[in-house]
């Protein structure tokens, strides 16, 4: 018998996810201790380092609007599209007032955790002893657009995390290339 969409929804975990617990075992392999889901932080980082003032978030590349793999529902438009902006707003927030009280803030897309793990840990490594550390820029689609015409065409609109004014317009294909694990 099949989950109804509501039960599907109820049974994602918001942490202790398996991205989450690879990462975490791969730190701990390479010596680097850390404290989890830090509840006095702006958005509870996924992984804190307290001395060095380093957040880790791991985003879901559906939940927080991933240009590589967020594929928009083709239901309730205007209730995803309303959940994708809020979303990617709450995670601009948390980081802004966190980096304003001067933590260095590294966010990871789950893909990046299972396709490129090695670089993941050198990044957050990276952050905890480089004295010139700079965040990357972190694009988020922000709303998906169908295109009226021949094909399944969409308009996805993008944002940096750290600059809401900085955007990205890409016109292609709907995508559906959910990442998997395999």
């Known amino acids: 018998m099949s989950l109804s969409r509501s039960e599907q929804m109820s049974r994602i975990r918001g942490r202790d996810t398996s991205p989450e617990r690879v990462l975490r075992s791969a730190l701990w392999r390479t010596g680097l201790r850390f404290r989890l889901h830090a509840r006095k932080l702006h958005g509870r980082p996924d992984v804190v380092f307290p001395r060095h ?95 009226a015409g021949e094909g399944d065409m969409e308009q996805r609109l993008m944002e940096d995390l750290r600059d809401a004014t900085t955007m990205r317009s890409v016109f292609g294909r709907r995508s559906t290339k959910k990442w998997k694990r395999t």
Not at 62 to 70: A, I, R, T, V
Not at 100 to 106: A, H, M, S
């Open 53 to 147: 003032k380093v957040a880790v978030f791991i985003d879901g590349c559906f939940w927080h609007g991933c240009p590589k793999h967020y594929v928009r529902p083709r239901t309730r438009d205007e209730f995803w599209s309303s959940k994708l902006r809020e979303n990617v707003e709450r995670d601009r927030r948390q980081t802004l007032l966190l980096e304003k009280d001067g933590w260095r803030v590294c966010r990871y897309w789950e893909h990046q955790i299972f396709e490129s793990l090695n670089e993941v840990v050198e990044s957050v490594r990276q952050a905890l002893q480089d004295g010139e550390w700079n965040p990357s820029a972190s694009w988020r689609v922000v709303q998906v657009n169908p295109q």
